[in-house]
């Protein structure tokens, strides 16, 4: 039986979330907390779960901390992130602080299924579907290891930059180069990838130990 915490400051949510992943049949939710502070102090005394489902706002200790809290303290538990946000900027903070998958609330319990098997199996999981921004990289990993061979330093240096917070033009403003530069950049790396998104360069990156998260 593979064990699930939730976390997430809406009981509902979480009530109607811990029906669906029980149904499931190899999953059991194992406990519930309202924030990431209420979680950790519940790992002192439950049992610890092999994947948690984190949200991203929540009050005290949002999902970004928690993460991070993992990452470091309790890297054997998997983050399966749960959340309305679907911007670039949060998708990407979540995959540094360690997250293993990115979902929408507004997903299908087929997907919330699928994700929970691909990361308690594989590890790993992203949506396509996601804004559709998403691009899931473990199945191009061919292309991947010879497109990493034409990688020259100043593109694994925009690689790097990418997995930050920084914008195109503060990235630019680091690299001392044009933001025209930047923009054939990474219009090189969208085709060399098959991807479409600054997500896709992301997963890229970490897939391939440019980033270590």
Known sequence: MIKVALVDDHALLRGGLASVINSFGEYEVIFEADNGKQFIELLHIQDLPDIVLLDVTM?????FETAAWLKKNQPKIKV???????DDQ???K???NGAKGYILK????DI?????????QKGFFMNETVSGKLIHLANKKETEENAAVF???REKEFLRMCCSEKSYKEIAD???ISPRTVEAMRSKLFEAFGTLSRVGLVLYSIKNGIVTI
Do not use: C
């Open 59 to 63: 009050p005290e200790m949002n999902g």
């Open 80 to 86: 399966l992130v749960l959340s309305m946000m679907d």
């Open 94 to 96: 979540m995959l540094r």
């Open 106 to 109: 507004d997903s299908k319990p």
């Open 151 to 153: 990688l020259n330093e």
């Open 174 to 176: 680091n690299m001392s």
């Open 112 to 120: 919330l299924k699928t994700a929970l098997d691909a990361v308690a």
């Open 90 to 92: 949060s998708i990407i």
